[in-house]
């Protein structure tokens, strides 16, 4: 990943002997699984139970916790333990090359494998940035409200909102940086209220700090992209969604640790019972270049993240992610875990709908096309503390994008197929079927997916007409089917006005966009209204 933040500088020379480095130890098997089936909710909550079986997918021995007395073998051996990952079944330590054999002689280690992939590489001693493109802007003192209404236009959100599908049920894991303000800040209220933020952990600290002003605000103004709300300010595209907030990139250095604790926290986010995975990060290279990737590595399977975000996904959570910030570098490709085949990764566009220069390029490496879809990444209107900004990047397009993967979820029925859903939002986008290298599949498009799944559409076979349209005054609506009712809906989703007739006056209503939900004896129909 891109970084902003300055790293120390190291005054001492690594001796090559001597040299440790970052390797996980996978352990042969898991001796006690047969109590965890026998008892499966001593490692998983009922809600996650509940997602596998509407999914159909079975408990698997990644699902049993570690053996511990393994754990403690590789302590008795000297090392520090403070990672591991039970879907892997290993722990991570820092080990010379003497100490890797002794670990790899261990009758319960199956195999050792290092982070390192570039053997000759050491620390930088240059500044490193992260999130280049990302700009936290000063809070604006006058919002343009339709400028955060055209980013979810732009992908066909808001008529899911007026249909009654705002993200309510759903449950999101942001994993990030950390989450300042969202204990306090008005733009969160809204959340804390409803009791919608559900927990939280910090997998850098290994604590429930995760609301400390000394972390970095990026997890913070993602996740308001989503679930943020300031009355007649700002709506973000999943408001009803409940959310996990974990923390897992540390601001401050760009470890190869960080895949770890993304995968305890992914781990975690499992166990809690979450539908969705959103993350804005992505990793490419480190402050110590001998963990530096190649774009040949972004095949999907070769980074730690990558495979531990596509386990996530055989586990039923559906997965967003950042496609990246380096358009505009040398290194313009998408970093991982967004580099995975069964995650759906989200490139970046303009307002207009043009793709933004910094968004990076797919495919992966392995052919894969990448990203799978865009949301609006340039100047994306969000929220921090108590007031609206904008920030740019795919660190925006992507929480953009995941909250309306929550919408579309909450109006699926319960256990229709991942791998399908993805399909289908690429099919509805934009571009399909002629995917360009930064945009996937173009600018997705949630309603006409949902609207995918209504047959041939059950919307479509109720012949609605309504005229004039542009209108001043009134409007007639005629169908082929008995209406009962006209709601109308302005641009923040809220109910206007009830008819109960096949008549509506609009003569009161301030000139703009408007949605009409019109109710029949066969269904429902979302149509758009311009009020002149």
């Known amino acids: 990943m891109r970084k902003i933040f300055t790293i120390l500088s190291v005054s001492f020379s690594l001796i090559a ?3 440790t480095e970052l390797v996980f130890v996978f352990f042969k098997d898991k001796p006690n699984k047969a109590a965890f089936y026998s008892s499966p909710l001593t490692e998983l909550t009922q809600k996650s139970l509940d997602r596998r079986a509407k999914l159909g ?30 879907w892997l079944n290993g722990v991570a330590v820092n080990a010379t090359s003497s100490q890797i054999q002794t670990l790899s002689q261990q009758s319960y280690v199956d195999h050792v494998e290092s982070f390192v992939k570039n053997p ?14 990302f700009s936290n802007r000063d809070a604006l003192t006058t919002f343009n409200y339709g400028g955060g209404l055209n980013q979810i236009n732009q992908i066909n959100v808001r008529a899911l909102h007026v249909a009654g599908f705002t993200g309510a049920g759903m449950t999101i894991a942001v994993i990030d940086t950390g989450f300042p303000t969202v204990d306090t800040g008005n733009a969160y209220k809204r959340l804390r209220d409803n009791g919608q933020i559900k927990g939280g952990y910090n997998f850098i600290s290994k604590n429930t700090d995760i609301y400390n002003t000394s972390l970095n ?11 943020g709300y300031l009355d007649n300010q700002f709506v973000g595209t999943a408001p009803d969604a ?42 490419t290279d480190f402050d110590d270049s001998r963990y530096d990737y190649t774009y040949a590595d972004m095949n999907g399977t070769t980074s730690f993240i990558a495979r531990g975000a596509q386990i996530a996904a055989e586990k039923g959570i559906f997965l967003t992610v950042s496609a990246g910030n380096s358009g505009n570098s040398a290194w313009h490709y998408l970093g991982t875990p967004g580099d995975n085949e069964k995650v759906f990764t989200i490139g970046a566009v303009t307002s207009q709908g043009n793709v933004s ?28 503390g108590s007031q609206v900004t904008q920030a740019s990047g795919t660190s925006l397009s992507n929480p953009v994008a ?23 939002l690429r099919q509805n986008a934009s571009l399909y079927p002629n995917p360009t290298s930064q945009m996937g599949y ?69 000139k703009g966009n408007y949605l009409l939900k019109i109710k029949t004896d066969s269904g429902e129909s979302i149509e758009k209204l311009i009020k002149e």
Not at 121 to 133: L, V
Not at 217 to 227: D, F, L
């Open 357 to 384: 220069s910094f968004s990076s390029f797919g495919p992966n490496s392995a052919g894969v096309i990448k990203p799978d879809g865009s949301a609006r990444g340039t100047d994306t209107y969000t929220v921090y």
């Open 57 to 86: 997918i079975a408990l698997t021995d990644q699902d049993a916790p570690i053996e511990p007395t393994y754990v403690q073998n590789i302590k008795n051996l000297g090392f520090t333990v403070t990672d591991y990952s039970k």
């Open 242 to 283: 409940d959310f996990y907030l974990y923390a897992s990139e540390d601001g401050a250095n760009e470890i190869p640790e960080e895949e770890l604790y993304w995968i305890e926290a992914a781990e975690e986010a499992d166990r809690k019972g979450v539908d969705i995975i959103s993350t804005s990060l992505g990793y």
């Open 442 to 510: 173009g600018i997705l498009n949630f309603y006409k997916t949902y609207q995918s799944y209504l047959g041939v559409n059950e919307v479509n076979k109720i012949q609605i007409k309504i005229y004039p349209n542009p209108a001043k005054d009134l409007i007639n609506i005629t169908s082929d089917k008995k209406i009962n009712s006209v709601e109308v809906y302005d641009y923040l989703g809220r109910l206007i006005k009830t008819e109960f007739s096949n008549k509506v006056n609009i003569s009161q209503l301030l």
């Open 120 to 133: 000759n590489g050491g620390i930088r001693k240059e500044k490193i940035e992260k999130f280049k493109e």
């Open 217 to 227: 605000t990026h997890g913070s103004i993602c996740m308001g992209a989503i679930g």
């Open 402 to 424: 995941a909250g309306g993967v929550a919408c579309l979820l909450q109006a699926l029925p319960a256990g229709t197929p991942l791998e399908e859903v993805k399909a289908k």
């Open 17 to 19: 002997t001597a040299q």
